[in-house]
C-alpha cells in the first residue's frame, strides 16, 4: 500500500479505488463498443480477450499442442478440425531450450506447408518469440513486459507455456493463490484484448474415471476460471487423446479423437469412450450393480450419482446411460412431482 492510502479509513480507500471501476449502467445504456463481440480466433471454441487451459498429462505432447495452435492462428490454417482466424503470436516458452523450441517448430511448420493445399502464406513470420527457461519468472513480471503499450504488437493470442513455471512459488492447491494468480492472467487479457492460452497439468494417476473438471491438478478454479477449457485423456488405441471441451460462450462441443504423429496431432474416427485405464483395472459396470447402489425409495438422481462414483469410481457418463437401462426394463421408475427415484421391487 502506498503512503497516499497507509492512514486512510478501509472504506474511503475501497471508495477512492473504486474510481477505476466501470460505472453501474442501465442495460439498455451499455457501450455499443461493448456489445460487439470480438474475433473469433478458434472458431466454435475461442474469442479474442479470453482465457484457454489445455490440460493433460505429463509427456502428453501438451507443447506440441500449443505450438500446433500457435502456427494455426499465426497462419490462419486449421487446428484439430477448428477453423482459426490469422493473428499476430506471442509465445511465452518458459520449459524449452531456444535450440530444440526452434526445431519443433520448424518441423510444424515443414508438416503442415505439405500437406495443406493452398496454405496461407505461413505462420514463423507472424509469431514473436520469449524465451524465458531458467529465468524463473512471476506472472506480474510477465504481464508488466507484455503490457507495456510502447513495446507491444497487437497480439491476437498469448500463449503461456506451462503455467507451474510461472507461480512463483504459489500453492497450486490454495483455491486464493491461484485466483489471485489467474486474475493477472485476467489483466494480460483485457488490457491487451488478446486471448492468453496456457496448459496445464493433470493430477498423478489413471484419469479415465474422473469427471474432465476434476482431472487438473491442484485448486479446482484452475478448471473453473478459463472461457475454454479442454483436456486431453489417454484413450485406449497408442498415441491417441480423448479431447474434451467445456466453453464458456460456445455450445457444448462434441468429444473427439486425436492421433499423435510426430510432429503434430490429427483428429481421428475413433470412439472418445474407449479411455486408457489401468491393467487389471475394469470399467465393465452393470446396470444390476447401480441397482444395488440405489439406497431406498425418493433418492434423487444427484444422491444416487454421488453415491456412484464414491463406490465404484463410475462416471457420470456411464451412470446416466445404466440409469436409462434400468428405467427402459422397468426396474427403477421416477416420480414426476418429487423427481426422486424407486426400486421396482419396492415399490
Not at 479470453?50 to 502456427?71: D, E, P, V, Y
Not at 493452398?118 to 509469431?127: A, R, S, T, V
Not at 499423435?260 to 474416427?269: L, Q
Request: some cysteine; overall charge negative; glycine content about 8%.
Amino acid at each position: 500500500m502506498d503512503a497516499e492510502h497507509l492512514n486512510m479509513d478501509p472504506l474511503d480507500i475501497a471508495l477512492k479505488l473504486g474510481n477505476s471501476l466501470p460505472e453501474i449502467t442501465p442495460l439498455n445504456e451499455v457501450n455499443p463498443k461493448e456489445r460487439k463481440k470480438p474475433v473469433e480466433l478458434i472458431q466454435g471454441v475461442l474469442h479474442a480477450g479470453c482465457k484457454m487451459i489445455i490440460g493433460g498429462g505429463s509427456k502428453s505432447n501438451k507443447t506440441w499442442i500449443l505450438m500446433q495452435l500457435a502456427h494455426a492462428l499465426a497462419s490462419g490454417g486449421e487446428w484439430l478440425g477448428f477453423a482459426t482466424n490469422r493473428c499476430r503470436v506471442l509465445y511465452v516458452n518458459m520449459e524449452l531450450l531456444t535450440c530444440f523450441f526452434l526445431e519443433r517448430m520448424q518441423s510444424i511448420d515443414k508438416e503442415l506447408r505439405s500437406v495443406v493445399a493452398k496454405y496461407p502464406d505461413g505462420g514463423m513470420e507472424n509469431i514473436d518469440y520469449w524465451g524465458l527457461r531458467g529465468h524463473n519468472p512471476d506472472i506480474s513480471t510477465i504481464k508488466d513486459t507484455i503490457c507495456n503499450a510502447g513495446k507491444t504488437p497487437d497480439y491476437g493470442a498469448i500463449v503461456l507455456d506451462p503455467l507451474y513455471k510461472i507461480m512463483a512459488g504459489r500453492n497450486e492447491n490454495a483455491a486464493g493463490e491461484i485466483a489471485e494468480f489467474l486474475n493477472i492472467i485476467d489483466d494480460i487479457a483485457n488490457q491487451t484484448g488478446a486471448a492468453v492460452i496456457s496448459a496445464h497439468h493433470f493430477s498423478k494417476g489413471n484419469q479415465a474415471g474422473k469427471e474432465q473438471m476434476d482431472r487438473f491438478s491442484g485448486s479446482g478454479v484452475f478448471a473453473r476460471d478459463p472461457d475454454a477449457l479442454m483436456t486431453m485423456t489417454k484413450h485406449k488405441t497408442e498415441d491417441c487423446f480423448t479431447v474434451d471441451l467445456v466453453l464458456r460462450n460456445h455450445p457444448s462441443a462434441e468429444s473427439f479423437v486425436i492421433c499423435w504423429s510426430h510432429p503434430v496431432c490429427t483428429a481421428v474416427d475413433l470412439d472418445p469412450s474407449e479411455l486408457k485405464v489401468k491393467v487389471g483395472a475394469t470399467r465393465k459396470y452393470t446396470k444390476e450393480q447401480l441397482l444395488e447402489l440405489l439406497p431406498k425409495s425418493g433418492t434423487k438422481t444427484k444422491d444416487w450419482l454421488k453415491l456412484a462414483k464414491e463406490e465404484t469410481g463410475m462416471s457420470e457418463r456411464t451412470f446416466h446411460t445404466l440409469r436409462q437401462q434400468l428405467e427402459n426394463d422397468g426396474l427403477v421408475s421416477k416420480d414426476p412431482n418429487t423427481r426422486t427415484w424407486t426400486s421396482a421391487a419396492l415399490q
